[in-house]
């Protein structure tokens, strides 16, 4: 039987209306990159009550996107397991991560 | 997908609600209600007054005690800003939802004092009898929620009630999440003022709502908290301070409430009783389908399996968030769930699952077995996820 918990880490993105987190869905949709909207967990006590859920590796792809599209991103968040334990840690925006690599 | 967010809406209408929508979208005779006497304007009032007449049945109400709303928030919003002025003590409790929270806060700025009842030690129902030790000398009334939208609790009303008469107070109750799951009476339950929503367990749409006032509250000074068209007295500088103009200030939802008048006669044609006991057993197998399986924290008393509540079940998966247990129901078994705080944070805090949140199951008379067994089926896959 599959593990259902076994959930590899992600990276989500908060938004302060639903209105930017229903455009950043669209917007990625439109850009061929896969992200989803999911509830905002309870442990993230910021934004509205959508975030949108990536993997890791598409997220500065989907940072610029909306920086592009002027969709206001409030917190950019790694869900992760550490020690068995679900956490949700903040992170920069994955564009400033990406400018202060250059 | 398996629908099973019916507290939050009852995405699934009965055919005869479906029905009444459709018809009424199509019609081209539904003018603005009580804004002329022309042919089209009264077959909307016709609509409006025959859903007044139908939701007033109901409740055990008269028609003219019955205004309607966009949904419980702004009905409470409503009758509270109306009723309650500086100076005056309210009784809550933590089972409150943010409809009622909210403007209450709002209302404390403005000097009214606020007490809220905790719950029972070890239990999740309200400690009605604190009330007793809440009680001030400017108490005016008592607002609690009939049954929690978060564990389906169901409050003892009948010892509010009790309460509420022994010292003169005002019982104002939240309906939002117990309205056509059991019978409730004004005058049988002793409720001053009841505010309602029409999409959930009433099976309307969204956008329809209402408050229903009691006998006593004839004589209780009530002032409008929004005010503008009413069809009346248009030379007049105020709103018009009579039910149920005083809470319906513009155009009326009319399409809206020929589909909350259907489900209100689908509830009628099965008849309350048949209802709950439908809905009882359907949380009921729910219940001792995940009971027992590991890891599984239910948040709820069902100890007693005759006792009233409301058709939910609330639980977690060990420590999990709620809303990565809710994602997974969503994708990858297709069933609809609410995770999170459900607006509901002193509740939260009781259950000290503030961080966590809940994964909340609630059902409706348009679900079926089959649906319960396939969402106990996906907890138990979940839950052995663990072991």
Known sequence: MKNRLQIPDFMLASFDSSHDAMHSEEASKAAGIKARLIPTPELVKAGCGLSLRMEPKVAADIARLLNE????????????????VRQFIAQDSPLKAKDQDK | MIYLDNAASSAIKPDSVKKALCQAVMRDDLGNAGRGAHESSLRALQELEAARSAV??????EDSQVAFTANATMSLNLLLK????????????????????????????????????????????????????LLRPNTRAVVVNHASNVTGEVIDLAACARFCRAHDLLLILDAAQSAGEFSIDMEADAIDALCFTGHKSLYGPGGTGGIVLGSR???????????????????????????????????????????????????????????????????????????????????????????????????????????????????????????????????????????????????????????????????????????
């Open chain 1, 69 to 84: 599209e002027g969709v206001k991103v409030s917190h950019w968040i790694l869900s992760t397991t550490i020690d068995g």
């Open chain 2, 56 to 61: 007033a049945e109901f409740f055990g109400a």
């Open chain 2, 82 to 133: 109306s009723l309650l002025k500086a100076g005056d003590h309210v009784i809550s409790t933590c089972s409150e939802h943010n409809s009622v929270l909210r403007p209450l806060y709002q209302l404390e700025e403005e000097g009214v004092a606020l007490s809220f009842a905790a719950l029972k030690d070890y239990s999740f129902q309200v400690d009605v009898d604190s009330f007793q030790q």
């Open chain 2, 217 to 387: 509250m004839a004589d209780v000074p009530l002032k409008a908290v929004f005010s503008g068209g009413s069809g009346v007295r248009s030379f007049d500088k105020t709103h018009p301070a009579e039910m149920p103009a005083l809470f319906e200030s513009g155009t009326a939802n009319v399409l809206g409430l020929i589909g909350l008048h259907a489900g209100v006669k689908y509830l009628q044609k099965m008849d309350l009783s048949e209802v709950e006991a439908r809905l009882k057993k359907l949380t009921r197998r729910f219940y001792e389908g995940v009971k027992d399986l590991p890891a599984i924290k239910i948040y709820g008393d069902f100890s007693d399996p005759k006792r009233r509540r409301a058709p939910i079940v609330a639980l977690n998966v060990a420590d999990m968030p709620a809303g990565v247990i809710s994602d997974i129901l969503a994708t990858d078994f297709d069933i609809a769930t609410r995770p999170g705080a459900h607006c509901a944070p002193l509740m939260h805090q009781a259950l000290g699952t503030s961080d966590q949140g809940i994964v909340r199951f609630s059902f409706s008379t348009m679900n079926s077995e089959a649906d319960i067994d396939k969402a106990v089926a996906a907890v138990r896959e979940i839950s052995q996820s663990l072991i």
